[in-house]
């Protein structure tokens, strides 16, 4: 029975691996958009952040409100678009150089993990 137990604590449950993929590209988004251009710190560097901030306090929301309740689904859908959102932006930033191949890459891959994790969790709603 305490082998049980440890293993339980051991593992991540799915709600927790979303919600740490999720804090990972908010701090990655903040630490990226540090070295846009300052002329971009009320446009593109402000939008991005609140966006990737809005994936992590929609969802955060919607779980602390209760995984089974119909709230949930509607903090997944806006946490959702948000992330939509971020990504769009993100794009576009690395179309106006002001990321890397590498550094987008790396954001653009946690994104779409992240919105097949939340999307499936949707569906399952």
């Known amino acids: 029975m305490e082998h049980k137990t440890q293993n339980i604590f051991k593992k991540e449950s799915f709600y927790e691996q979303l919600r740490n993929k999720i804090d990972l590209y908010s701090h990655s ?15 593109i560097v402000s939008q991005l952040r609140r966006s990737a901030l809005s994936v992590a306090l929609n ?13 949930f689904n ?23 150089n002001f990321l890397s191949e590498s ?13 097949a994790m939340l999307w499936g969790i949707i569906q399952k709603l």
């Open 103 to 115: 550094e987008y890459g790396q954001v653009a891959k946690l994104g779409n993990e992240i919105g």
């Open 29 to 43: 988004v903040y630490k990226l958009t540090k070295n846009f251009p300052k002329e971009e710190i009320y446009g």
């Open 59 to 71: 969802y955060i929301e919607g779980y602390a409100r209760g995984s089974k309740s119909k709230s």
């Open 74 to 96: 509607n903090f997944l859908h806006i946490s959702y678009g948000s992330l939509k959102e971020a990504q769009y932006l993100l794009e576009f930033s690395y179309k106006e």
